[in-house]
Structures are given as structure tokens and as C-alpha cells.
T-cell receptor, first 115, second 111 residues
Framework: DSGVTQTPKHLITATGQRVTLRCSPR?????VYWYQQSLDQGLQFLIQ???????AKGNILERFSAQQFPDLHSELNLSSLELGDSVLYFC??????????????FGSGTRLTVV | QKEVEQDPGPLSVPEGAIVSLNCTYSNSAFQYFMWYRQYSRKGPELLMYTYSSGNKEDGRFTAQVDKSSKYISLFIRDSQPSDSATYLCAMSDRNFNKFYFGSGTKLNVKP
């Protein structure tokens, strides 16, 4: 167990729907990062939050949004879902704002299937 | 062109073999280089990291960086079936603004 908790593990929904993925960072970690992973694109950075504030944005679609709450858990909201959104979504956390510890701790991911 | 290129494999080797995994990159600003291991149905876990050029050894694993060629490698000696996983390289500039990941190489070590 990495200490980063993601729920749910699997999610099946229909096109056009909206879902929320949840992430609880490792105890003591203030930064949360969201990634999506597909076979052809690999791991793609979506967005980072540090202590409740958005810190960095990657290739996140306008249909997607995220937030980090005062208890430091984070939610990734995906709306107007399309078949191509059927990939793995990972959350990772780190202690600081920058990755001076050379790496994140990843959760086990949420597999989203859009039908 | 992707920032980081990695051969997806799969790479299949017999137990005990020496494995070489590689990534190339295009951004000369990258200073920090990492290797992650990802088992099936799990998130990636940090395996090794290096700064700038040179080698770093940790047990059976050796990470090598050649900045002049924009090429990094991970060597696994005496490979074991438990090493069967997907290996992802990752890199960042000196400000750690963002990580760039390779797409991963799937390794299968046969007993």
C-alpha cells in the first residue's frame, strides 16, 4: 500500500455522463497530481494542486476539472464523457510543491470505462 | 515529436539475463532522470533517480545518463521473474515544473 488512496478502482458509465474520481494523498503530503495513462500516450500530466491551490496545468481538457479540499483530498471531475476517456487515471502525491524528493507516490489508479 | 521516446516492447528475456531499457529525449533542459516500475493493476513506483550525467548503481539496477546523446538507460543484472513489469522513464528540468514520462517498456522475465 503506497499510502495514496484512490476511489473507485473501477467505474463504468455512459457517454455524455459526468463522474468524480477521488484521491486521498499520503499522510503529510501537500501536493496532489492527476495523470491519465493510455497505451498509446503513456502517462500524461493533467493538473497539480498544492495545499488547496492549483499549481500547474498540463494537457487537461476543458471538460475536466479538479479541486483540492481543506483536508487535502482531491477530486477530479470528468464531464460530457466520450469513449476516448476510457483510460486509467492516477493520482500521486508529494510532500512539497516541487519534486525535490525526485518522485511522487502514486495511487493504484481508477480505471474508467465509458460505454 | 514526443518529449520522451521509449520502446514499448514487450521485451522477453530468460531469468538471469542482463536487461537494457532505454529512453531518448529531445529537451536539453532536462536535468533529473528517473525510472519507475509499474506492476499490472498498480501505480508506478520510483525505482531509481539520477541527476545530470553519469551512472548510479543500486543492487542489481544501474541507471545511466548520457546528456550529450540525450539518452538514458536502465540495466538490470541477474533478472528475476519478479522484475516482470512495465518500466517507465521520467525526466524533469531543474525547476521540477513538470515530469515527462516515457510510454513504458513491458518486460517479461521467464523462469
Amino acid at each position: 500500500d503506497s499510502g495514496v488512496t484512490q476511489t473507485p478502482k473501477h467505474l463504468i458509465t455512459a457517454t455524455g455522463q459526468r463522474v468524480t474520481l477521488r484521491c486521498s494523498p499520503r499522510s503529510g503530503d501537500l501536493s496532489v497530481y492527476w495523470y491519465q495513462q493510455s497505451l498509446d500516450q503513456g502517462l500524461q500530466f493533467l493538473i497539480q494542486y498544492y495545499n488547496g491551490e492549483e499549481r500547474a496545468k498540463g494537457n487537461i481538457l476543458e471538460r475536466f476539472s479538479a479541486q483540492q479540499f481543506p483536508d487535502l483530498h482531491s477530486e477530479l471531475n470528468l464531464s460530457s464523457l466520450e469513449l476516448g476517456d476510457s483510460v486509467l487515471y492516477f493520482c500521486a502525491s508529494s510532500v512539497g510543491d516541487r519534486l525535490y524528493n525526485y518522485g511522487y507516490t502514486f495511487g493504484s489508479g481508477t480505471r474508467l470505462t465509458v460505454v | 515529436q514526443k518529449e520522451v521516446e521509449q520502446d514499448p516492447g514487450p521485451l522477453s528475456v530468460p531469468e538471469g539475463a542482463i536487461v537494457s531499457l532505454n529512453c531518448t529525449y529531445s529537451n536539453s533542459a532536462f536535468q533529473y532522470f528517473m525510472w519507475y516500475r509499474q506492476y499490472s493493476r498498480k501505480g508506478p513506483e520510483l525505482l531509481m533517480y539520477t541527476y545530470s550525467s553519469g551512472n548510479k548503481e543500486d543492487g542489481r539496477f544501474t541507471a545511466q545518463v548520457d546528456k550529450s546523446s540525450k539518452y538514458i538507460s536502465l540495466f538490470i543484472r541477474d533478472s528475476q521473474p519478479s522484475d516482470s513489469a512495465t518500466y517507465l522513464c521520467a525526466m524533469s528540468d531543474r525547476n521540477f515544473n513538470k515530469f515527462y514520462f516515457g510510454s513504458g517498456t513491458k518486460l517479461n522475465v521467464k523462469p
